[in-house]
C-alpha cells in the first residue's frame, strides 16, 4: 500500500516566500548543561513589514487566480485574500498555515561590532580555537537556497585553518 494518495481531480498549488524578513528571532541557552535545550524563538512575522508584505503577497496570489484564464478554470480555492476579506483576516490565515523553508541562517551572525558572535575568519569572540563555519555566521539571509553559501562558508573556514598551520 501507498503511504500517500494519488490526487484524483486537477489542482494547482501557489506559495509565496518572504525572503528577506525583517523580524529577528531569538535564541537562548536554557543554562550551562550542554544536554539542556535551547530557548529558540523564531519571532515569525514579528516586524509589520514582514506582515504587511504576506498579505500584499497573498492578496496578489487571489487576485490571479481570481484572472482569466485561471479564472476559468479554478472551480475551489482555499486562499484567503478574496476583496471582502479584513487584512487581519488574511493574516490570521497566513499565521495559521504559514511554515518555513527550513533555511534558518543567522544566529551566530559574522561581523566586528559588539552583537557579531563571529569574526570575518568565523573565529568566536572570546573563545579561543573555536570557529564556526555553517550558515549561522551569515550576517544576512541570501534570496536563494542556502547550499550554495554553505559550502562557501566551508570553504572559507577551512582555508583560515589551513593558513593558521
Do not use: W
Not at 569572540?125 to 562558508?153: E, F, K, Q, W
Amino acid at each position: 500500500k501507498l503511504a500517500f494518495e494519488v490526487e484524483r481531480q486537477p489542482r494547482i498549488t501557489a506559495t509565496m516566500a518572504l525572503l528577506r524578513p525583517q523580524s529577528r528571532g531569538t535564541l537562548r541557552l536554557a543554562d550551562n548543561n550542554p544536554a539542556s535545550r535551547p530557548f529558540i524563538d523564531p519571532a515569525y512575522l514579528a516586524s509589520p513589514n514582514d506582515s504587511e508584505a504576506m498579505v500584499r503577497g497573498m492578496r496578489f496570489l487571489a487576485q490571479l487566480f481570481r484572472t482569466e484564464p485561471l479564472a476559468g478554470l479554478v472551480i475551489s480555492s482555499t486562499l484567503p485574500g478574496d476583496p471582502t476579506q479584513s487584512d487581519g483576516q488574511v493574516l490570521e490565515h497566513i499565521v495559521a498555515t504559514a511554515a518555513t523553508m527550513g533555511h534558518p541562517a543567522g544566529t551566530c551572525r559574522m561581523g566586528t561590532d559588539d552583537s557579531a558572535v563571529v569574526d570575518p575568519q568565523l573565529r568566536v569572540h572570546g573563545i579561543g580555537g573555536l570557529r564556526v563555519a555553517d550558515n549561522s555566521v551569515m550576517p544576512s539571509l541570501t534570496s536563494g537556497n542556502t547550499n550554495a553559501p554553505a559550502l562557501m562558508i566551508g570553504q572559507k573556514a577551512a582555508s583560515f585553518i589551513c593558513a593558521d598551520r
